[in-house]
């Protein structure tokens, strides 16, 4: 369960995710909003930050309270301020509308299973305005899976502010029975003479969503496409190529 994952590892998840590749991005889609976002499975904020830094008003919601706490503790570190929400994607209820909702990192898919999509994907259809768009973010399978190659790597090495090292281990497995990839995580914590002072595991599953499973689920969630793109400088998406499917949705007219 990556409840449980997250909590073991929220405090670390700064140092060795520091990637902003969908920053502009997401800036941009959330600025002609003209309204404030919901950003889902906000986790600590890498995006939420520099989207608040941008002038836009933000409504967070994660399951984690441990991603979380680390979210408050860098708004209150910054003097920014959001709504945050600890609920599940599943089964949430926030008593508004938005005009946008974006569920960035292609983190939809750790929801491995698909009653657990289909719920969610329910939850965001009527939490959205009727002229409100949601923004989800996936692998493109054959893409990702060329990453998953059954070999304990590592993947990440940064130095620490006491001149120690966080090492990070990573073991991709694919399960093809159920399109679903686990990725076992190891992080090790070296003093500044070299020494290992702590060593922690921990194992993520996410869901290989095929484009066509994809479609599938968001039309019976009452949703449909805008536009569908296959990187963040908004290239079409090609099946065969693109490193991801950012998908532009928004609720069917019945
Ligand atoms: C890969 S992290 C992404 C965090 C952040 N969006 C980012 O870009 O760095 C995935 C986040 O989803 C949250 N999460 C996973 N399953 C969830 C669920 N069912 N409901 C709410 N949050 C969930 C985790 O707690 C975690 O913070």
Not at 150 to 164: F, I, M, P, S, T
Not at 165 to 180: D, N
Request: with cysteine.
């Amino acid at each position: 369960m990556s409840e449980a994952h997250y909590a073991r590892i929220a405090e670390l998840y700064d140092t060795f995710v520091k990637t902003d590749y969908d920053v502009p991005f997401f800036i941009q889609e959330a600025q002609a909003a003209h309204d404030d976002v919901l950003e889902l499975m906000a986790g600590t904020g890498r995006l939420t930050i520099p989207l608040i830094e941008a002038g836009i008003s933000m409504t967070c919601l994660d399951f984690s309270a441990e991603m979380l706490a680390v979210l408050r503790r860098k708004l209150t570190e910054r003097g920014l301020r959001a709504e945050i929400h600890q609920r599940n994607v599943c089964d949430f209820e926030l008593g508004r509308q938005f005009t946008l909702i974006i569920l960035p990192f292609q983190a939809f898919p750790e929801l491995t299973d698909v009653e657990d999509q289909r719920r969610a994907l329910q939850r965001i259809r009527h939490h959205l305005r009727p002229d409100g768009q949601f923004i989800c973010t996936l692998h493109n399978p054959p893409v990702r899976l060329k990453y998953v190659d059954h070999q304990l790597r590592l993947a990440v090495r940064e130095e620490r502010a006491d001149g120690g090292h966080l090492l990070v281990w990573l073991l991709q497995q694919h399960q093809p029975a159920t399109q679903v990839v686990e990725v076992l995580e190891f992080f090790e914590e070296y003093n500044a003479e070299g020494v290992l002072v702590s060593k922690r595991y921990s194992a993520l599953q996410f869901h290989l969503l095929e484009q066509a499973r994809f479609e599938a689920l968001i039309t019976a969630a009452g949703l449909e496409v805008v536009a569908l793109y296959g990187d963040y400088q908004k290239n079409p998406f090609i099946a065969d190529t693109s490193p991801f499917m950012i998908w532009v949705l928004r609720p069917r007219a019945n």
